[in-house]
Every structure is written in C-alpha cells, then in structure tokens.
C-alpha cells in the first residue's frame, strides 16, 4: 500500500493520483519498487556478468554450503566409529557412548553454526542486491 503524504490515506500501489487530489507519482510512471528475490535476479542477470554487476557468490555459497554439510555429516560419522579409548579420558561413562554422544554433538552443533555463518554471507549479498536494485530505480527516475 502507498502512503499519501498529505491526508494519510492508504492506496493501492498503481495509484497515480490520491482521492484528495496529491500527485503520488508523475503520470507516466507506474513502476513499483519491487523487492522481491525474483526481481532482484532477473534485473541483475541483465546486467552482465564481466561488468560484475551479477554476483556468482550466492550460487557459490550454497554449494560450499552442502559441501560443508556432507564434510561434518561424515566427520561425525567418523567420531562415531573411531576407536574411543582417548575421548574425553575424565568423563565415567563407557567409550561407546562417549563417542556417539560426542558425534550427536557434531552433528547438531556444526551443522547449526555452518547454517548460521553461510546465511550471514547470504544476507551481505541479497542486502547488496536490493540496494543496487533501489539505486537503480531512483537513476531512473531523475
């Protein structure tokens, strides 16, 4: 919804004209700011690839991110099957169960902390994509 600075009426997004006479936007403009990812990507694979206005990191960071998934999926498994006789030497329980509590822990710990930083990363590059997109916009517009 558009708000129109004069009465504080909502309008719906194409309105040029609010009902108390304001001019929301010049007649012949009827573009919205659109901020959704789709958007984003198409407009920036128009823009070239050698220029670098199109970004290959977040495909890049997916990848490494199921790369990084399956490598703590299997150093965990490898907990799990190691010989357990030198885990956690102070801790009373059994080497079996040392080693598979510990792989638990791996698992659900690493893999939390591996979304957490490829999401980080993630959210500097969809930040950096709407903002070129916004930047865009406005150069148009003058």
Request: charged share 15%; glycine share 4%.
């Amino acid at each position: 919804m558009v708000l129109c600075p004069q009465c504080k009426t909502e309008n719906v997004p194409d309105t040029l004209k609010c009902s108390c006479g304001y001019q929301l936007r010049p007649v012949g403009d009827r573009s919205t700011l659109p901020l959704a990812p789709d958007a984003v990507d198409r407009e920036a694979s128009n823009a070239g690839f050698f220029s670098f206005q199109t970004f290959i990191s977040p495909l890049v960071i997916k990848l490494i991110y199921i790369l990084g998934v399956m490598g703590i999926v299997a150093a965990s498994i490898a907990v799990a099957l190691m010989p357990a006789d030198h885990i956690l030497p102070d801790v009373p329980f059994s080497p079996k169960v040392k080693s598979i509590s510990l792989s638990v822990i791996i698992l659900i710990v690493g893999n939390l902390l591996w979304r957490l930083i490829c999401e980080l990363w993630m959210v500097l590059f969809s930040v950096r994509a709407v903002l070129m997109l916004m930047a865009r916009r406005l150069r148009k517009r003058q």
